[in-house]
């Protein structure tokens, strides 16, 4: 028999998933193993070490519950998940960033000029732009689905008294591919850090507060969709968002609106600022 | 502020756990964040998969219990368990191999020659050696913590009608370093497949046996404690262990003992066959 040791594990674990009709599959278990074992024999990780790992994981899936997915935190918090969205974006589109635990399927829809925020407190801000393709054309009919943190940092989902559908619309773009709504100015939050992650957090010396952002999902016929979020230009954790969501063409800035300025949308509700943020759409894979 | 991109999230990350008074979990941390984000970049990492993993991790932790530790389990088949043996174990002593998930703590103390499996059916063997230090002195006095698999390919503890301490036995070595006892053969069998490290296997076109064996923990004064495994010459599995336990150094061989032979040891069973193994053990670390 073949003799193993801390070399030829490795190629022996690799070998021992035979299934090489998938070549993507056995391509992405090859190169876990490698960093894997790399990883190990690098740090000499002791068996101390490899349990309370371990145990981490497994205190992980016993927090975990459909609407609270402890694994995406770690990746999150690991850079792990902002990472995934660069390798994503696609050059000459708006980049992609994270998606986050608080995102619906079918949401409401609505005309252009809703006021999403109906009777909360806030800042009321007018949130519009373009979105065009990479040729710079506009794109009319894209569909823009936002979801948002309250002025308070909360999401509607997270409170049982409120509707959970509050704060989320789906836009389409109009002729001119142009999108506006009014809604009010999301507050920073923390993530979750009552669990492991928060734990790991805590011992890292590390706050756990996102950046204050609205959330978007753009998607047009022919064009690769994209799911990302907008930033505030001023905010304190811009530059230490937790889950390392933040780019610099992601930072719009809310502009205070004179009380006498002619706003050139029809909407519902005046608006204290506006933001001003154009997306760019790159063409799907053939 | 800063820009991310693909290369530099890296340094970031691993500067957000601004935590070095512990050097060792900065260093854990910071090659973990490497390794973690190498393997993305160097795959490619889509969406789809990255997601796939996760909610794997997810019902990792969905499926285990204090019993069950179905990331122990993903360590063992991923050849983790066994680097990390491998790793730890001291040059010059008998190598480490697999816990395993069923030891219990506080096993039955017997006195040398007993048969730990009265009423059993299997093979019956004698099970003995001496247990040395890396000088080649026998260490008196040395306690063997000794658990096994029944002639079935099942452990006590997995079937709630047996008695969970049956199978197992803690001993000491005599004044010439030996211990010696009887029990039945174990069989081969295989992990727990039905979660989703079985499913993984599947999709590898991977078996889940492991290859037959028994598992003991040495311990004496002044040495190190090794946790570790003695397999059988000409089993089936040694080659393809499901969790990649296996060194040359410990396979044993049952021998046929002779009707008429005269054993050296007082013994409360006579014996089939025999398996001879010697351990040794290396001084603790100052």
């Not at 090489?20 to 990780?45: Q, W």
């Not at 994503?88 to 409401?108: I, K, R, V």
Request: glycine share 8%; aromatic share 10%.
């Amino acid at each position: 028999m073949r003799e193993l040791n801390q070399m030829t594990i490795t190629d022996a674990t690799k070998e021992s998933f035979s299934n090489r009709t998938n070549e993507r599959f056995a391509f992405l278990i090859d190169k876990l193993i490698e960093h894997l074992h790399d990883y190990a024999r690098e740090v000499n990780l002791t068996h101390a070490e490899w349990m309370t790992a371990l145990n981490f994981l497994y205190d992980c899936g016993k927090i975990s519950t459909p609407e609270r997915h402890e694994f995406i935190l770690l990746s999150d918090v690991l850079g792990l998940s902002a990472l995934v969205d660069m390798i994503n974006t696609q050059g000459g589109g708006t980049p992609g960033s994270n998606l986050g635990p608080f995102y619906l399927d079918n949401a409401p829809k609505f005309a252009l000029g809703k006021h999403l925020a109906d009777g909360r407190e806030g800042v009321v801000i007018l949130v519009n732009g373009q979105v065009r393709n990479t040729m710079g054309q506009p794109i009319k009919g894209a569909v823009i689905d936002t979801w948002q943190a309250d002025g308070e940092g909360m999401y509607p989902i997270q409170d049982p008294r409120q509707d959970k559908w509050d704060l989320r619309g789906i836009f389409q773009t109009d002729d001119q591919g142009r999108y506006y709504y009014t809604t009010v100015l999301p507050k920073s939050y923390t993530v979750p850090y009552d669990g492991p992650v928060g734990k790991l957090l805590t011992a890292a010396d590390r706050h756990a507060w996102r950046t204050k952002h609205l959330h978007f999902i753009l998607r047009a016929p022919g064009m690769r969709a994209i799911t990302t979020e907008v930033f505030f230009k001023g905010d304190e954790y811009l530059d230490s968002d937790a889950v390392f969501g933040v780019r610099k063409s992601l930072i719009a800035e809310a502009k205070r609106v004179p009380k006498d300025a002619n706003l050139e949308f029809d909407l519902e509700h005046r608006p204290d600022a506006r933001v001003d943020f154009d997306f760019v759409l790159s063409p799907a894979r053939a």
